[in-house]
DNA sequence: GATAGGGGTTCCAGTCACGGGAAGGTCAAG
DNA sequence: CTTGACCTTCCCGTGACTGGAACCCCTATC
């Protein structure tokens, strides 16, 4: 398979898949004329990274994720242990999310949306930070 | 003021400080020694925009509120509406995210975590993309 | 054999919002 | 005069790509 074919059936664009092989992450041999030669295996790891990375995991977890999914003697307990670790850092960054989100909603309700200066989203966000000195 | 003072009480990092300079968001003048000479405004200015960050705008939109912000006959109409469309991208940020958190939840229940091969994590990732011919 | 087009290849630069660190100038205190 | 804390500029690295230039390969057509 060329990269064109491979592209098309991982989803994944060919720059994608150049940047794969780049940092490692496959490594298809070449044919005579310099063209990557695409196996089956090749295929399936990435649309296994396609897919890992859908799901919002780093490069570094598709790396050891893609380990694990070459070792047929591995323990699904590391795979938990990565997915739980990932799913984490998406608690996190949804809990920060919802935290400006609802800063924001309080503000833009407050906010006449006029044609008048005073606005309570600018009275916020001048606000000199505290230096809490007690 | 120097710029570690104005780090200090804008809770920014003198690196960023320079490099909202470099960007044009503030403009200190320089003693004759070549340090930068902040004045009050500046350091609302810089304390502003750190809330903004905060916040999540982006830099671009921080340039907006920026100049909103200097214009004492701006609309509280414009401030609103950057806000609100920040805050669809919140949201839709959000929603990826626990479209994610959905998905990895579901697959992290349902995996043993011992020591065996078999792992519906696993399954999930190596699952060939839809090809829709219908 | 020339040409057009649709593949493929490499390499370089840019993204966003900084952070780290080197190499060097400046200032107040002792 | 030295120490040490501050300041300066400059350049590289981050994560995960994306865009584009310049060039090669292959097939089909005239």
Chains 1, 2 share one sequence.
Not at 28 to 39: I, Q
Not at 63 to 90: C, G, T, W
Request: charged share 30%; proline share 4%; aromatic share 6%.
């Amino acid at each position: 398979m060329n990269i064109g074919e491979v592209a098309q059936r991982s989803g994944l664009p060919a720059k994608t898949i150049r940047y794969y092989e780049e940092i490692g992450l496959v490594a298809p041999p070449r044919d005579a004329n310099g063209y990557r030669a695409f196996r089956e295996s090749d295929l399936h790891k990435l649309a296994f990274l396609g897919r890992a990375r859908a799901l919002g995991f780093t490069i570094e977890d598709c790396r050891a994720l893609l380990a694990l999914y070459e070792d047929h003697s591995r323990a699904s307990a590391d795979v938990k242990r990565i997915a739980r670790l990932h799913l984490d850092r998406i608690d996190e960054k949804i809990t920060e999310l919802q935290a400006m989100r609802g800063t924001l909603s309080q503000l833009i309700e407050a906010c006449a949306g006029d044609n008048r200066p005073d606005c309570p989203i600018m009275e916020d966000l001048a606000a000199l930070p505290d230096h809490g000195s007690g």
